[in-house]
């Protein structure tokens, strides 16, 4: 194994005879460049030293999603949506189901002593998912209106990388995870899809209309980056 001592980190060299070209993966908290078979030593080196912040930017997210606690589907276990915390309630009831009472999240279960915690996190999946639904088209209708263009639809899916998209025929897609973010970042997300109907493209013209309708985008965006690993059931 050849490896490269970074600036607090160790990246390991890949050759291979079929690249072309040379890239960087971050897999588990591991550094891997891999690059053609003949690439010098020298220009892999310098490679990753202009990569270095971006290497670093990347090992903090991932050293951060391992760190976070996996839910346990219990009650008093706490939920966020759209700037509000739902503790959890389990209940027994003759048949799953979940529901909002007095703020909290109120599941039933057929028999409280089984191991509920799939089950729980589905119905939880379910009920997110249809609060993302009522509150993404709302809001896009609200910006829509304000920026003065027309999404030809709007879908919510599940993306593992990333928050929306938009098509070339104005299409909207919202990841549902998004809707566990503070509100603000939630509006962000909603005029950044929007403001590409403008300018299908990431041009200083695009987010100039972003930072007219958003004028902390830069923290927003900043915040999904740092915390987005944590938006999840």
């Known amino acids: ?7 607090g980190f160790v990246a390991e060299i890949i050759r291979s005879s079929k690249r072309k070209t040379s890239a960087i993966k971050i897999q588990k908290g591991k550094v891997f460049v891999i690059v053609p078979e003949r690439l010098s030593r020298a220009v892999i080196e310098s490679l990753v030293t202009e990569k270095t912040r971006w290497i670093k930017e ?5 050293k951060e999603i391992i760190a976070i606690k996996p839910k346990e589907f219990i009650s008093g276990e706490a939920f966020s ?3 509000k915390s739902h503790p959890l309630k389990i209940e027994s009831g003759l048949y799953p189901a979940i529901k909002l009472h007095q703020d909290e999240l109120v599941v039933s279960v057929r028999d409280k002593a089984a191991d509920n915690a799939q089950a729980i996190k589905q119905l939880l999946i379910k009920w997110f998912k249809q609060q993302a639904e009522s509150a993404l088209r709302d809001k896009t209708e609200h910006y829509s209106r304000m920026i003065g263009v027309n999404a030809s639809s709007v879908t919510i899916k599940s993306f593992k990388a990333r928050w929306g998209s938009c098509s ?3 299409g909207i897609q919202y990841n549902w995870k998004i809707i566990i973010a503070p509100d603000r970042i939630v509006n962000y997300v909603v005029i950044h899809e929007l403001c590409h109907i403008l300018h299908h493209n990431h041009s ?3 987010w100039k209309a972003v930072e ?3 004028h902390d985008y830069r923290d927003c965006g900043a915040w999904l980056k740092s915390n987005g690993a944590r938006l999840d059931i």
């Open 1 to 7: 194994m050849t490896v490269i001592q970074g600036n």
């Open 212 to 214: 007219r309708y958003c």
């Open 81 to 83: 949506c759209l700037d």
């Open 58 to 62: 990347k090992l903090a997210i991932q």
């Open 204 to 206: 200083p013209a695009f």
């Open 168 to 170: 070339v025929t104005a």
